[in-house]
């Protein structure tokens, strides 16, 4: 379920503070930058993505939604920049194959099924 006051946070932050958020925000795309580096690049493993925006901190084994519950914290990329976690069950996926990993572990012969493709496409 989603914080109602994390949502409220965030739109009070950029109403009240533009600039602060605008920092967090830069930091935060820095902080990912180096956690993606560590787990092996910029690239999901499963389909080969590689755009930034789609990329995110996939757990190997699941259970990203448990860790964010107890430690009370939904940013993984923080957690590993400031060592309050290890990354050897950590891997890039992009949003897409995130999706797909969940559905694996939930129902493994339904999501089968699914193949995900991922093709560049040249935008200039
Ligand atoms: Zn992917």
Redesign the pocket.
């Known amino acids: 379920m989603l914080n109602p006051l994390r949502i409220c946070y965030g739109y009070y932050l950029k109403k009240i503070n533009p600039e602060y958020a605008r920092k967090q925000k830069s930091q935060y795309i820095n902080n990912k930058k180096l956690v993606l580096e560590m787990l092996g690049g910029a690239k999901?493993v499963?389909?080969g993505?590689d755009v930034f925006e789609f990329l995110e901190v996939n757990h190997k084994n699941g259970g990203g939604y448990k860790e964010q519950k107890e430690t009370k914290c939904n940013n993984v990329v923080n957690r590993v920049i400031y060592k309050h976690r290890k990354i050897d069950d950590l891997e890039v996926?992009?949003h897409?194959?995130n999706h797909l990993h969940y559905l694996i572990r939930k129902n493994p012969k339904q999501a089968k099924g699914f193949k995900?493709f991922?093709t560049k496409i040249e935008t200039t």
Do not use: G, K
């Open positions: 999901c499963n389909c993505c996926t992009c897409v194959c995900i991922w």
